[in-house]
């Protein structure tokens, strides 16, 4: 096999499920969540580059469907991703994906890649950039509350790349919480598991929830968060499907991606369409104040950006040549005449 990507335009280096894995080994779970990181901030500090809408979700009893597109003006990308939370029951993944890049000039794809592993990664990247940013200093101490299958990877980020030494899980489902404790015994962090969320986050700076749940659910109330602490919510990311009590939020100061994408979908759904909210990029640019003091709650309200789907596959775009992990896909008509396409046909006609 070629270690080039294919010069042949009309071929698109496709990136399976197999091959994802094989890079996420070869590069180090935890390098790539370092790696993701970089590319996330960034394209996070190029932010009024990119073209910016909320994703287009299409809702049904059981989940939603979305399309997360955006673009910096020469390269094009979106994500298929979906949320069901009735599949695991059924064997299934809660949330599978797959996503491209186009070349903005020609408008030809250039990477078409699984991304349920590469969201699991994007996520956590995120989330622990965003912690590595608002979280109290030398935050040591995690509670992941919700440990379904983004939680290995939300833990692992904590550690690489901002130095977490314990994490302490809670799930409704005791399976999973011994799965989440299986995977990371040999993680190079304590793993704690707790029989209640009260208990998950005793002496915890960063408390994630990742639940998911399609309702109002209400995994942390307002007694159980004590001053100082940084809330990473994730699962909160759909209309009518949030984790924290309203009271919580009126405590905290809220940070998000897009405001226009959070109010439909994140936790701040449950607040008036002012609420003040930061957004995370203006901070990482140093146009806007981060935590402020040691007793401040802060909250990042993550519902997942199309930007950070963006950043990730330009990071998997960049280790194609160097590791060839794909396969060149052909996706693209290319007759010879580019206006012969039904010539193409004809020849093709089994004789
Ligand atoms: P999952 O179904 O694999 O895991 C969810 C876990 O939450 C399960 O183990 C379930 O038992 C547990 N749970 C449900 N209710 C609970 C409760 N009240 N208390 C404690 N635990 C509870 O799902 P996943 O792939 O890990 O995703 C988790 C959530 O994160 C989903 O809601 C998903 O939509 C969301 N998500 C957000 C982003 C983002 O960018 N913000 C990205 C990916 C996934």
């Keep these: 096999m070629t270690h080039l990507p294919p010069s042949d335009k009309a071929l698109v280096p496709f990136v399976s499920v197999d091959h994802m894995m094989q890079l996420i080994h070869r590069i180090g779970v935890e390098e790539m969540l370092r790696g993701l990181a970089a590319y996330i901030e960034a394209d996070f500090k190029r932010w009024q580059l990119f073209d910016k809408t909320p994703r287009v979700a299409s809702h049904s009893a059981e989940g939603v469907i979305e399309l997360m597109p955006t673009s910096d003006g020469d390269v094009y990308g979106f994500k298929y991703v979906n949320g069901h939370p009735k599949n695991t029951a059924e064997g299934l993944q809660t949330v599978t994906a797959f996503g491209l890049l186009a070349d903005v000039a020609s408008g030809y794809p250039v990477l078409l890649s699984e991304m349920t592993l590469l969201t699991a990664m994007r996520t956590a990247a995120t989330s622990a950039l965003v912690a590595r940013t608002l979280a109290p200093k ?98 909160g990311d759909c209309p009518g499907k949030t984790e924290l009590a309203p009271a919580i939020l009126h405590r905290a100061e809220i940070f998000v991606e897009y405001p226009e994408q959070t109010r439909i979908e994140g936790e701040i759904q449950q607040l008036a369409e002012d609420h003040p909210v930061t957004e995370i990029w203006q901070v990482l640019n140093g146009q806007a104040a981060g935590r402020r003091s040691e007793e401040q709650i802060t909250l990042f309200d993550s519902v997942g950006f199309a930007i950070e789907d ?41 004789s």
């Design 138 to 235: 030398d935050s040591t101490v995690m509670a992941m509350i919700g440990n379904g299958a983004q939680s290995e990877f939300q833990t692992l980020a904590m550690k690489a790349i901002c130095g977490l030494k314990e994490v302490r899980l809670y799930d409704i489902d005791t399976a999973a919480t011994r799965k989440c404790a299986a995977n990371l015994a040999d993680a190079g962090v304590t793993v704690t598991s707790c029989s209640t969320a009260e208990e998950a986050i005793l002496g915890a700076q960063i408390i994630t929830t990742c639940t998911a749940d399609k309702q109002y659910a209400t995994i942390l109330t307002d007694n159980m968060i004590g001053s100082g602490v940084h809330i990473n919510a994730i699962g």
């Design 310 to 350: 963006f950043s990730a596959l330009r990071y998997v775009r960049d280790q194609l040549q160097e590791t060839g992990l794909y396969d060149a896909l052909d996706m693209l008509a290319d007759p010879d005449d580019p206006r012969d396409l039904f010539g193409m046909l004809r020849r093709a006609r089994p």
